[in-house]
């Protein structure tokens, strides 16, 4: 049966076109609102903007970075119109929506900071999406391409031997979830064992994980919330 949310599709092979579309529209628009040459020519602005969107099609990745982040600033935008037509709706006028926002002193400047440091999360958030393990040293990303294949139960050459505690029973040595395999460089081979909760996976997402919830990363959080919270404290004395 046909689905009318399968007409997406027919849009996929257009993305890298509207991917160049959108790099134009927004350099061509930044220059143009800031005018940082300050000559007041737009041709030239379109002109570069061309090229820029050019030179984009050049690089694969940074297309795929666009088309991660794009939904993204949609969905923001959306989710700020919808607020503005839900405060209008319930009788607030838009600039005390813009003040509890921003506040009263530095309104626009705050924000600016409600919409860029979202921006910020989202880009480095698709960046890490988009490269993943080419952001890995280079050993540990052929753990993952199947290259490198070495026997878990014979060491090689700068490795220490695996160690298998006596159990009582029947020893199950191929479950490697109960053991974990120390050597000289942990991402030496592809059929590595890793133990719970390290950062050394093969796996980019189960890396980010770990490390953003690990422990210590949680502590110097709440460390750094506290802080800010008593300098905030602090300075209103």
């Known amino acids: 049966m046909a689905n009318p949310l399968e007409i997406t599709a027919l849009f996929e092979p257009f993305s890298i076109v509207f991917s160049s579309l959108f790099v134009f529209v927004m350099v061509f628009g930044v220059l143009a609102a800031t005018d940082p040459f300050k000559i007041g020519n737009k041709g030239i602005y379109a002109f570069l903007a061309v090229v820029t969107a050019f030179m984009m099609l050049g690089f694969p990745k940074l297309i795929d970075v666009i088309r ?15 607020l503005l037509m839900v405060g209008q709706f319930m009788g607030l006028p838009l600039d005390e929506i813009r003040q509890v926002l921003g ?14 440091i979202p921006a910020i999360i989202i880009l480095v958030m698709v960046i890490g999406n988009v490269f993943q393990q080419e952001l890995l040293p280079s050993d540990q990303q ?12 014979t060491p090689t050459q700068g490795t220490t031997p695996t160690i298998v505690p006596q159990l009582d029973g029947p020893s199950r040595v191929d479950d490697r979830d109960a053991f974990t395999r120390t050597t000289d460089n942990p991402f030496d081979s592809a059929n590595q064992v890793y133990g719970q909760g390290t950062t050394g996976t093969p796996d980019y997402q189960e890396n980010v994980f770990n490390t953003f919830f690990n422990p210590r990363v949680l502590g110097l959080v709440m460390i750094l919330v506290i802080a800010m919270a008593a300098v905030l404290t602090i300075t209103r004395i």
Not at 106 to 115: A, D, E, P, T
């Open 142 to 153: 052929s753990g993952t391409s199947g290259s490198q294949t070495t026997n878990p139960q």
């Open 103 to 116: 506040g009263a002193a530095n309104s626009g400047r705050n924000i600016f900071l409600w919409i860029f």
């Open 68 to 82: 991660g982040i794009v939904p993204w600033f949609v969905l923001i935008f959306v989710f700020i119109a919808l």
